[in-house]
């Protein structure tokens, strides 16, 4: 339960459903309590900071390399591969959240969590099936509103 609060000069009073209202609670309560909305906007904030990194990374190698843009977002997926098998995009993730989930990389991670299951359950067979098992919901959405798109909009010759 979630006391509303009001602070001023160094006192704090919580009205609750069990305490009388303007109970006075002490400052360590207080910053408890405020404590978990800084921790919200931590998390969005290294979310934001982690994926525009990873923007940045990949718009840097297309405005100063001669790299296709179709080789870095292959690039990002197998490297979300390599990290994930090793076991180092897991902690990125818990830190990051949606930050390093949703790019590329996340994808790439994706395929190998949904492959290291499916060996466990399944076996062998596993292999080849697991990563399509693990990443159906994003290619299922991928490829539904590509179709609402193209069935919404006209497509214009240049």
Not at 82 to 97: E, Q, S, T
């Amino acid at each position: 339960m979630r006391p509303s609060q009001l602070c001023k000069y160094g006192m704090c009073w919580a009205n609750t459903e069990s305490a009388p209202a303007k109970t006075v609670i002490s400052l360590q309560d207080s910053y408890r309590i405020r404590k978990g909305k800084s921790k919200m906007f931590m998390d969005y904030l290294w979310a934001f900071i982690i994926g525009g990194l990873l923007c940045a990374i990949g718009q840097t190698l297309i405005d100063y390399t001669k790299i296709t843009p179709a080789r870095i977002l292959v690039s990002y997926v197998v490297a979300g591969v390599i990290l994930g098998a090793l076991g180092w995009y897991k902690p990125i993730v818990d830190f990051a959240g949606a930050g390093a989930a949703v790019p590329l990389t996340g994808f790439g991670n994706i395929l190998v969590e949904g492959v290291k299951q499916a060996v466990d359950e399944r076996g062998f067979i596993g292999v080849l099936t697991g990563g399509l098992t693990g990443a159906a919901g994003g290619i299922t959405a991928a490829i539904l509103f590509g179709l609402l798109a193209a069935l919404i909009f006209k497509p214009k010759e240049k």
